[in-house]
């Protein structure tokens, strides 16, 4: 599975952006889609997942509220719309993926990652 991930740049605290992830080489069908974060001289972390089949979602309790993540079946796309956005949302983000059913947090979990997008959030 190949991820391609797009859609991050340079908003102003309170805005929004949409950050998307297509996948290519094979459907989502059967996987879990995730998105994390690293922050500058941070550990990448959390932010939402979404299991493919029956789409149940999780989301970090730093993004609850204010970050959505979505699918498109027919675009095999995953989104996350990202609401009342704050500095410390600043980041690059990085989609990624693993097979199975399970909504892990935990990075190390998912084999295919995309190259990441990086959000900067304006005071």
């Known amino acids: 599975v190949q991820l391609q991930a797009s859609g991050g740049g340079l908003v102003q605290a309170g805005g929004s952006l949409r950050l998307s992830c297509a996948a290519s080489?094979?459907?989502?069908?059967?996987?879990?889609v995730a998105w994390f974060r690293q922050a500058a001289g941070k550990e990448r972390e959390f932010v939402a997942a979404?299991?493919?089949?029956?789409?149940?979602?999780n989301h970090a309790d730093s993004v609850k509220g204010r970050f959505t993540i979505s699918r498109d079946n027919a675009k095999n796309t995953v989104y996350l719309q990202m609401n009342s956005l704050k500095t410390e949302d600043t980041a690059v983000y990085y989609c990624?993926?693993?097979?199975?059913?399970?909504?892990?947090?935990?990075?190390?979990?998912?084999?295919?990652w995309g190259q990441g997008t990086q959000v900067t959030v304006s005071s």
């Open positions: 990624a993926a693993r097979a199975g059913v399970a909504v892990p947090p935990t990075p190390t979990l998912y084999s295919y």
């Open positions: 080489g094979r459907t989502f069908s059967s996987y879990t």
């Open positions: 979404l299991r493919w089949s029956g789409g149940s979602t």
